[in-house]
């Protein structure tokens, strides 16, 4: 949520970023809803003075000893300031929850180094790594592979569930269990990160608080009581903290989590119907960053390089990309995108998002600290995926596959893999 403050100081910057999003805002409208919050919150102050000093007077007279009915007058007025006071107070407080249930629609204030742009072909490559594999052989993609492979049942998990499900089998969930847990040991031996286990159904104030709610509901799982299943780790994760206040060496906070992922993929129909690349339920490994104001950005470029460091060692090529203002997410001030080369698709894909969120997400959740000298701040949040789980097993599938349909297993991932150097037909 962006600071209610600039909307008097800054409304030029968020103008210009809602534009350069693409992003419909009444800004006139929250400009006259917080106009308003600030008028009454005057006259609000002003009578609560005066019941003060009316409580004063009060006391002035009983302890002179005047008569009772100047005491009296003064009691009714204090009576009619009181009832004043309390209509005056719910009708702010109404106020500004009609100004933050608006300004929950409003993104992130974008980074000064958030190139601009409306599409994926306006993202620029940060870098890349590695040179996409020559094959001398009629390249298979990992549908193709992982059904003769036995490893994947595309037709038993639409049978169990219906489209955008799959049925991992034998050595291939084996190998998705070694793909989670290989990143896993990277990202808390490596990195430092600590491992949590989350819930995966959260209330609403937990989905609210990253910002997946109230925009994005249509893309949610609810259940009947009033609980959601998890898009992504990051939000529970993120949220552990809710309504905190951390100190200045607690920070940074580094939490990372496998879960499954459940999305109904509502704006999405009609793409990526085939394969693992866009399903219902799917395994990631989170990362989540909890910092102060001024690490962020060096952070952001810590987190990018930590989930880098697993397609390097699975020897995938990938490209950094960064994210320009048109593609963007909501709760995000700048990203980068890695994208890992699959050549059944001949081009590259995202396969982890890494984010800088500044203090939008602890605004919503209330999550602040203490800095040395006392100042309560909020937080900065930073997450990403370190990584999508069965995006890197189709990778790992297609850029690791021999003439023969086999695939070989990078040495990296054997100890998590029985030690097999190869995946072949069982």
Known sequence: MLDRKLLTDAPDTIR??????????????????????KSLQASFDQLRNEQKEASREIGVAKKSGRGGREVSELLAQMSQIAERVKALQNNMTRTAEALDAAL???????????PRGISAAENPVVRTWGTPRTFAFPIQDHVTLGESLGILDFARGAK???????????RGARLERALINFMLDVQTRDHGYTEAMPPLLVNRATMTGTGQLPKFE???????????????????????????????????VRLTAYTPCFRREAGSYGKDT????????????????????????????????????????LELPYRVVQLCAGEIGFSAAKTYDLEVWLPGQSTYREISSCSNCTDFQARRAAIRFKDNDGTLRFVHTLNGSGLAVGRTLIALLENHQDADGNVHIPEALRPFFDHSPLLSRE
């Open 16 to 37: 210009a970023m809602c534009e350069a999003r693409g992003t419909v805002v009444d800004l006139d409208a929250l400009r006259a809803l917080n106009d308003r919050r």
């Open 104 to 114: 929950l629609h409003v993104p992130n204030l974008l980074d000064a180094t958030t």
């Open 160 to 170: 169990l569930a219906g489209a955008r499900f799959t049925l991992y089998r034998g």
């Open 218 to 252: 249509a893309d949610l799982f609810q259940t009947t009581d009033g609980l959601f299943l998890i898009p992504t780790a990051e939000v529970p994760l993120t949220n552990i903290f809710a309504g905190e206040i951390l100190t200045a060496d607690q920070c940074p």
């Open 274 to 313: 085939k394969g693992l690349i866009r399903q219902h339920q799917f395994n990631k490994v989170e990362l989540v960053s909890l910092t102060r104001p001024d690490d962020s950005a060096a952070e952001l470029e810590r987190m990018t390089t930590c989930a880098e460091t697993i397609l390097q060692r």
